[in-house]
């Protein structure tokens, strides 16, 4: 009985008020010094809860502001649900079931707040994908300039309940330092599911990633139903109805499926149904995957794919490839593929060279793309320099390596003015077998070591080109497709990406240590 009278008193001074002070009986002087006091009853106050000062929530990627409160935060009462603002119910109805569905509440549409609701809302100033989440009176307000930011405020909310089982008192205000996140995958070499491409997407959704690239076409495998080449299409490979699937599903989260059909090399497959078209050296060798760029029938069947594909993948961006064309990469191009010498002459002038040829033809599929508004990227060994032609000044350098034959370094294309997308292949490439000194990347490196920065090698580049650099991906690419599983690739890259996308979304060094972001990656995921 007497912890708990302490405990009331310790309650009551905590919450301001002061213990009494004894009334003095008697009127005069000495007879109240001489005379014993008889005390006042004591105060009967009612105990109030405090609350330490909040900290910012534990989610993945970490947000980047966080305005700490005094307060109980916020979790999924049996009272609560979520509501949107009766103006944007249209645009964001379909993130309000989502979160509810995830927290378990109902979702009430566009009626008033209750306390102990999400309230979904279009507002205020910033990027696209900047959200503010403010918990405050036992409710939760996300707000954001656009439904991609709204989204993220939600991804937010979700993996705090699931890290903590609450959302902590105090102003979320957050934004990704670059805009393109991503994950690709090679599904020319290695077929892979609707399903398991659906469930990396929900993935990167909740881990904030907004692109999904895939590479369907390679010497290996072609993996997209075609209307107009049936006949290069492998057996095994996705309908259109489930591409659709996909790209459906991708852009309720706010994720854009960027398609790549490689070429003119890595086209074994079309080669395989036009034997006619395979590039020939003058010793007769057949180089795998490589087309003969002299010939006209190689850019119209590629430009027919290139159509046809467009109608599926509705996203803003396109990847053209451009990656090791084998006749760039011989010493002399021009005397082991003299066909392809006289063709550049006969197009260019005198001047002109194998590599000319290559960057006219990157341009001309360039410019089959391009009416439809998309973004163009290629890869960086499909850029030259010192010949007749130029790489078109809008194609965005896919930038990967720093092995192919008379390498660039990325400032070379920075300095340039161009924009840039890191897929270091140090850092970010996982590539099955582990050929060619290639080593699975761990979750701990890119966390530790890489930034957006880290283009090539481990050395960043100067922060001055911070802005070219959009953004980056990570990379799973088949090159002996049985050595592992769909499961073991998927639970193979799940640290690699989760750590790609926390560098992606804040470059700067993370808070947590690798061992504590790893045990948080294991309660929000």
Same mark, same amino acid.
């Given at each position: 009985?007497?912890?708990?009278?302490?405990?009331?008193?310790?309650?009551?001074?905590?919450?301001?008020?002061?213990?009494?002070?004894?009334?003095?009986?008697?009127?005069?002087?000495?007879?109240?010094?001489?005379?014993?006091?008889?005390?006042?009853?004591?105060?009967?106050?009612?105990?109030?809860?405090?609350?330490?000062?909040?900290?910012?929530?534990?989610?993945?990627?970490?947000?980047?502001?966080?305005?700490?409160?005094?307060?109980?935060?916020?979790?999924?009462?049996?009272?609560?649900?979520?509501?949107?603002?009766?103006?944007?119910?249209?645009?964001?109805?379909?993130?309000?079931?989502?979160?509810?569905?995830?927290?378990?509440?109902?979702?009430?549409?566009?009626?008033?707040?209750?306390?102990?609701?999400?309230?979904?809302?279009?507002?205020?100033?910033?990027?696209?994908?900047?959200?503010?989440?403010?918990?405050?009176?036992?409710?939760?307000?996300?707000?954001?300039?656009?439904?991609?930011?709204?989204?993220?405020?939600?991804?937010?909310?979700?993996?705090?309940?699931?890290?903590?089982?609450?959302?902590?008192?105090?102003?979320?205000? @957050?934004?990704?330092?670059?805009?393109?996140?991503?994950?690709?995958?090679?599904?020319?070499?290695?077929?892979?599911?609707?399903?398991?491409?659906?469930?990396?997407?929900?993935?990167?959704?909740?881990?904030?990633?907004?692109?999904?690239?895939?590479?369907?076409?390679?010497?290996?495998?072609?993996?997209?139903?075609?209307?107009?080449?049936?006949?290069?299409?492998?057996?095994?490979?996705?309908?259109?109805?489930?591409?659709?699937?996909?790209?459906?599903?991708?852009?309720?989260?706010?994720?854009?499926?960027?398609?790549?059909?490689?070429?003119?090399?890595?086209?074994?497959?079309?080669?395989?149904?036009?034997?006619?078209?395979?590039?020939?050296?003058?010793?007769?060798?057949?180089?795998?995957?490589?087309?003969?760029?002299?010939?006209?029938?190689?850019?119209?069947?590629?430009? @027919?794919?290139?159509?046809?594909?467009?109608?599926?993948?509705?996203?803003?961006?396109?990847?053209?490839?451009?990656?090791?064309?084998?006749?760039?990469?011989? =010493?002399?191009?021009?005397?082991?593929?003299?066909?392809?010498?006289?063709?550049?002459?006969?197009?260019?002038?005198?001047?002109?060279?194998?590599?000319?040829?290559?960057?006219?033809?990157?341009? @001309?599929?360039?410019?089959?793309?391009?009416?439809?508004?998309?973004?163009?990227?290629?890869?960086?060994?499909?850029?030259?320099?010192?010949?007749?032609?130029?790489?078109?000044?809008?194609?965005?350098?896919?930038?990967?390596?720093?092995?192919?034959?008379?390498?660039?370094?990325?400032?070379?294309?920075?300095?340039?003015?161009? =924009?840039l997308l890191n897929y270091n292949d140090k850092y970010l490439y996982y590539v099955l077998g582990q050929p060619n000194h290639f080593t699975y990347p761990t979750g701990r490196r890119i966390y530790e070591e890489w930034t957006p920065l880290v283009v090539r090698g481990s050395t960043p580049v100067p922060a001055r080109y911070d802005s070219q650099i959009l953004g980056g991906s990570f990379a799973v690419w088949c090159d002996f497709p049985n050595a592992q599983t769909q499961a073991q690739v998927a639970d193979g890259i799940r640290m690699p990406l989760?750590?790609?996308?926390?560098?992606?979304? @804040?470059?700067? =060094?993370?808070?947590?240590?690798?061992?504590?972001?790893?045990?948080?990656?294991?309660?929000?995921?």
């Amino acid at each position: 009985m007497a912890a708990a009278v302490a405990l009331v008193t310790v309650a009551a001074c905590s919450n301001g008020s002061s213990p009494a002070t004894p009334a003095a009986s008697g009127t005069g002087s000495t007879a109240s010094a001489a005379a014993p006091t008889q005390a006042a009853p004591p105060p009967s106050p009612t105990p109030t809860r405090t609350y330490p000062l909040s900290t910012a929530p534990r989610v993945i990627p970490a947000v980047r502001a966080h305005e700490a409160a005094r307060g109980p935060g916020w979790k999924p009462g049996p009272g609560a649900g979520v509501v949107v603002a009766a103006k944007d119910e249209a645009a964001l109805a379909d993130e309000a079931r989502l979160i509810a569905g995830e927290l378990r509440v109902p979702y009430r549409g566009t009626a008033a707040a209750r306390p102990g609701d999400v309230s979904l809302a279009l507002g205020g100033q910033g990027a696209r994908e900047s959200y503010t989440l403010a918990v405050r009176d036992g409710g939760v307000r996300i707000t954001g300039p656009d439904q991609a930011g709204v989204f993220y405020g939600t991804r937010t909310l979700k993996q705090s309940v699931r890290s903590t089982g609450a959302m902590p008192e105090g102003v979320v205000t @957050d934004a990704p330092a670059k805009p393109e996140r991503g994950l690709f995958v090679d599904i020319a070499r290695k077929y892979f599911t609707a399903g398991w491409i659906e469930a990396r997407v929900r993935e990167m959704a909740d881990l904030k990633l907004n692109e999904l690239q895939l590479h369907f076409s390679d010497d290996q495998g072609f993996r997209i139903a075609s209307d107009s080449h049936p006949e290069v299409v492998s057996a095994k490979h996705l309908s259109k109805a489930e591409v659709k699937r996909i790209v459906d599903l991708a852009a309720s989260l706010h994720i854009t499926v960027v398609p790549e059909i490689d070429s003119p090399g890595h086209l074994g497959a079309v080669i395989a149904a036009h034997p006619e078209l395979q590039l020939v050296s003058a010793t007769g060798r057949t180089p795998r995957g490589a087309v003969d760029i002299s010939k006209p029938a190689s850019a119209k069947i590629v430009d @027919d794919l290139l159509r046809e594909y467009q109608g599926l993948f509705p996203g803003a961006y396109w990847h053209l490839g451009g990656d090791e064309y084998v006749a760039l990469m011989s =010493k002399n191009p021009e005397a082991t593929y003299p066909q392809l010498a006289r063709a550049a002459t006969a197009k260019y002038g005198s001047s002109g060279r194998v590599q000319d040829l290559a960057t006219g033809w990157l341009d @001309d599929r360039a410019a089959v793309v391009r009416p439809s508004g998309r973004a163009l990227r290629a890869w960086n060994d499909g850029f030259f320099t010192g010949g007749v032609v130029s790489a078109a000044t809008d194609l965005q350098v896919a930038y990967w390596t720093g092995k192919e034959i008379g390498a660039r370094q990325p400032v070379s294309y920075l300095s340039a003015g161009r =924009k840039l997308l890191n897929y270091n292949d140090k850092y970010l490439y996982y590539v099955l077998g582990q050929p060619n000194h290639f080593t699975y990347p761990t979750g701990r490196r890119i966390y530790e070591e890489w930034t957006p920065l880290v283009v090539r090698g481990s050395t960043p580049v100067p922060a001055r080109y911070d802005s070219q650099i959009l953004g980056g991906s990570f990379a799973v690419w088949c090159d002996f497709p049985n050595a592992q599983t769909q499961a073991q690739v998927a639970d193979g890259i799940r640290m690699p990406l989760t750590a790609t996308a926390q560098k992606l979304w @804040d470059a700067r =060094k993370p808070a947590l240590t690798w061992t504590a972001f790893r045990d948080l990656a294991g309660r929000v995921r």
